[in-house]
């Protein structure tokens, strides 16, 4: 249609062609025989009510159809937080450019679905686009959302000059009133402790039966924010400083999403305690080793970053270099003997004794594995 060619979605009948015959076979008489060929199968039908970045037909550079900045940029946000940003979905030139046959294909075409909340000529209304996040996780829309990217931010590059840039007061722990670093000042620029139970009773994120007794149940303060917005990266990274990556190149910072490799993390155990929370089950399935680490905890925040989260090294698109080591937890949770109080001493020897023993201090899915050697090297480090 309109000069745009689609392949069949049929398999067409295969012909017999020389190449397919075998040849005459050997003693008089012999006739020719058609050579076995598997059948081909047919060609998976496209999906049309999602749009998966990852395909490759899509990998056409941002700006294609997100066009920086979006024209409702100056109204989707409060006026006083407004920046220019893209907040909104391409227009339909976009779509047309490649999909002008299913654009008119169906009633409603089912590729309306991908943005319009009801398709139809009497309702135009989309869904929240997923900027800004804040509207986009009150909607319905974002409760089964699984974004087609991860971001790429450099630590090493921001630590000190974020330090320097934001100067807070000085930060003071009841622990010998240690002053942290500048480099530990900028963490929080980023991070604080996610719903922080304060001087507050109420310690658990979600209301935990009455019969819960020593099961595991979320506590508030567990997790650390991450930003979900480009307030502070507009800061630095606008049109008027002229630091690169600009704004409107998206690709600089959102990669691809790679398979999340097995974390500490089971979503039967979030779901029966009615976590519907975003930033908590998207950094609670993130949770590479220990899903019951709770930063609010006061022994956990007197401590600096550093002492568990190599930060120069971290790169936020390899897992494996944002993993915390098991020796982070020496002195407090690994020692000599398990009567010095160490708990990975204690639950290693309960393992010795049964098999079927389930490490719980820190562990949801991983307690029921075959200890690590890491853990027992570190114990034996600790002796």
Known sequence: AAGYLYPSLTPKPLSVRAENISPVLPGPGATPVR??????????????????????????????????????????????????????????ESCLKCHRQQFFKGNPPKICSVCHIDPGPR???????????????????????????????????????????????????????????KA??????????????????????????????????????????????????FECHSTDTGILPEPSNCAACHKLQVPLEKTDFDPKIAAAMKINDRMILNEWRKRDSSAKFRHEFSSHSDLECASCHNVLKMNTLDAATKKVSVTSCNMCHITATADDGGILNYEVDERKKDTKFECVKCHLAFGKLPVPDSHLKAIAAAQ
């Open 35 to 92: 050579r076995n060929r598997s059948k081909r199968s047919a060609p998976r039908p496209a999906k049309y009510t999602e749009f998966p970045h990852g395909l490759k037909a899509h990998g056409l550079s941002c700006n294609s159809c997100h066009k920086f900045p979006s024209a409702n940029w100056k109204t989707v946000k409060r006026k006083d937080a407004a920046f220019p940003d893209i907040t909104d979905f391409p227009q339909h």
């Open 123 to 181: 309702n135009s209304l989309r869904f929240p686009f997923p900027n800004p996040r804040e509207i986009f996780d009150a909607s319905p829309k974002s409760k089964d959302h699984v974004s087609d990217f991860q971001m790429m931010f450099p630590h090493d590059k921001h630590i000190d000059f974020i330090s320097r840039r934001e100067a807070p007061n000085p930060v003071f722990r009841n622990a010998g009133f240690r002053k942290r670093g």
């Open 184 to 233: 530990e000042e900028s963490c929080g620029v980023c991070h604080q402790t996610y719903l922080p139970q304060g001087e507050g009773n109420d310690e658990f994120v979600t209301k935990p039966p009455e019969d819960l007794g020593d099961r595991f149940w979320l506590k508030k303060g567990t997790f650390k924010s991450v930003p979900v917005s480009h307030a502070k990266c």
